[in-house]
């Protein structure tokens, strides 16, 4: 008999269980463990074991949902007006359909009742409660397009795909940096500022991605002034830095508006990528929306290879 109940604190084990038994699932990070689930999911401040659903068959747990919430307008406390069901995961050698479908509908009740006008499916910045490196790659995605359980689940429950995400991948072994007068030019004018473990914007950044080491990377001219372009990069290992990780993700690239069109991007990812060959990185993730052609274009012209895309699904009203 399929049956579903909210967290408990002896479900860790259990939970751990569930995610490795899907340990070839594109995008999921593995091996888990029950101290990288308390460390990352459980520890935050805003965690609600309600949120947190387990399906069990026969006594046999075969599934887990979690549900939660987005910040505020200034990211200094939670909203409950927008909730999200960021995670299904179900085991293979079950009907993965019918507990899924159940797992996403105990979900919404919770997210209703919390107060959530309107439910999305997947999380993704700034509705990026839970799951930060462990699922997808450099950010929350979505639903990767691959995770044909969640994907189903939604589609089947009413939810309508409003936008996609794009995951690229690149090796920085077969990276050549850009070349010609432009490159030229902005390295004389220019100056890269490493900022080890930068401080977080926000609470909510800090609850949300807190727990990955970061580096900063700011663009200054030479003959001084502001940051006029940035980049930040994490270890995609929680257990290791990025000093011993052999990947690390892109997580903001951001060139001021009057700076554009002038090729500080690209310098700057230059910079970068040789700053994290000599830490022994060898791959870097990244991910950028499906309707943003000028990132698109740019990554594709660096050499990075689309891995996967994410899906963000929408559900007007909260039970359908």
């Known amino acids: 008999m399929l049956g579903y109940r909210p967290f408990r604190n002896s479900d860790p084990p259990a939970l751990v269980d569930i995610w490795q038994s899907r340990h070839v699932q594109a995008g999921l ?36 949902a979690h549900a939660g919430f987005g910040p505020t307008d200034d990211e200094a406390d939670v909203s409950r007006e927008l909730g ?32 959530a006008k309107v ?13 930060h490196g462990f699922y997808g790659g450099s950010e929350l995605p979505g639903i990767l397009a691959t995770d044909q359980v969640a994907r189903g689940a939604f589609e089947s429950s009413g939810y309508k795909e409003i936008d996609r995400t794009v995951l690229f991948r690149g090796n920085l072994h077969s990276y050549e940096p850009p070349t010609g007068r432009q490159q030229l030019l902005l390295r004389r004018e220019m100056l890269v500022h490493v900022v080890n473990d930068p401080p977080y914007r926000s609470w909510w950044e800090c609850c949300a991605t807190g727990g ?14 502001d940051c006029v372009a940035h980049a930040v990069v994490r270890n995609m290992d929680p257990t290791q830095g990025l000093g011993g990780a052999p990947s690390a993700g892109l997580t903001e690239l951001h060139v001021d508006a009057g700076f554009r069109k002038r090729g500080l991007s690209v310098f700057l990812l230059a910079e970068v990528f040789h700053h994290l060959t000599r830490m022994g990185v060898d791959w870097v993730e990244l991910q950028t929306m499906s309707h943003n052609t000028a990132a698109l274009g740019l990554y594709e012209r660096l050499g990075f290879e689309q891995v996967n895309e994410g899906i963000v699904f929408r559900k007007e009203s909260p039970l359908g």
């Open 212 to 225: 990955f080491e970061r580096t900063r990377f700011e663009l200054r001219p030479r003959l001084g002034g």
């Open 119 to 131: 439910l999305y499916g997947g999380a993704m910045a700034p509705l990026d409660p839970f799951y």
């Open 29 to 64: 990070f593995g091996p888990m463990t029950v101290d990288l689930i308390e460390q990352f999911v459980l520890s935050k401040l805003y965690f609600e074991p309600s949120g947190l659903v387990l399906a069990r068959e026969d006594d046999r747990p075969v599934g887990f």
């Open 84 to 115: 999200t069901t960021c995670l299904i995961l179900v085991r293979p050698d079950c009907d993965e359909a019918r507990v899924a479908a159940g797992l996403l509908n105990q979900c919404e009740t919770y997210l209703a009742a919390a107060g």
